[in-house]
T-cell receptor
Framework: SQQGEEDPQALSIQEGENATMNCSYK?????LQWYRQNSGRGLVHLIL?????REKHSGRLRVTLDTSKKSSSLLITASRAADTASYFC????????????FGSGTQLTVLP | EAGVAQSPRYKIIEKRQSVAFWCNPI?????LYWYQQILGQGPKLLIQ????????DSQLPKDRFSAERLKGVDSTLKIQPAKLEDSAVYLC?????????????FGSGTRLTVV
């Protein structure tokens, strides 16, 4: 079963705009990770946020985590056409063998 | 460092035939995963290996799917016999066992079409 659920399912924006994707999950986690997948390719790890962290930055990426609401958001600032891809959140549950469970993804389209 | 290698890249078979996928993880990564990704969905874990032992295969349809990692390095995933609903991308990933703070490294996947 899918642990995380992303929202929205699809997002279309103009180049230069910011894109925000949300993820909700159900169980306690050790960390939450975001991945990108270009069409026909494997997933690429973007950023990891630990359960005791609230916000993390990496380049144009900003991730927030609210463990009380069991939710996370991924913000991509100043988007580029090359950011067009599917974005997945994945949860690493606490107290178990390391095993990521992925959400259903957000398809981001950045229009030039 | 070399990435996770998977082959073949694409495979088309008829239903009831058998198929095998191969994965070579990143050197030193003790943990290997096989995920199934149906079009439009997120990856779903099929099986997890720690070295050559199975950690979790609870979501593997064992009547038709099998996987092995005999020497704790390369792994093969087999489907026999295939069904139409097995059409998906099969992704292999690897990670460091003790480092829970790093992400997985995925291969490019094998796209299986069952006709």
């Amino acid at each position: 079963s899918q642990q995380g659920e992303e929202d929205p399912q699809a997002l279309s924006i103009q180049e230069g705009e910011n894109a925000t994707m949300n993820c909700s999950y159900k169980t306690s986690i050790n960390n939450l990770q975001w991945y990108r997948q270009n069409s026909g390719r494997g997933l690429v790890h973007l950023i990891l946020i630990r359960s005791n962290e609230r916000e993390k930055h990496s380049g144009r990426l900003r991730v927030t985590l609210d463990t009380s609401k069991k939710s996370s958001s991924l913000l991509i600032t100043a988007s580029r056409a090359a950011d067009t891809a599917s974005y997945f959140c994945a949860t690493d549950p606490s107290g178990s063998a390391r095993q990521l469970t992925f959400g259903s993804g957000t398809q981001l389209t950045v229009l030039p | 460092e070399a990435g996770v290698a998977q082959s073949p890249r694409y495979k088309i078979i008829e239903k009831r035939q058998s198929v095998a996928f191969w994965c070579n993880p990143i050197s030193g990564h003790a943990t290997l995963y096989w995920y199934q990704q149906i079009l439009g969905q997120g990856p779903k874990l099929l099986i997890q290996f720690q070295n050559n032992g199975v950690v979790d295969d609870s979501q593997l349809p064992k009547d038709r799917f099998s996987a092995e990692r005999l020497k704790g390095v390369d792994s093969t995933l087999k489907i026999q016999p295939a069904k139409l609903e097995d059409s998906a991308v099969y992704l292999c990933a690897s990670s460091l066992h003790r480092d829970r703070e790093s992400g997985y490294t995925f291969g490019s996947g094998t796209r299986l079409t069952v006709v």
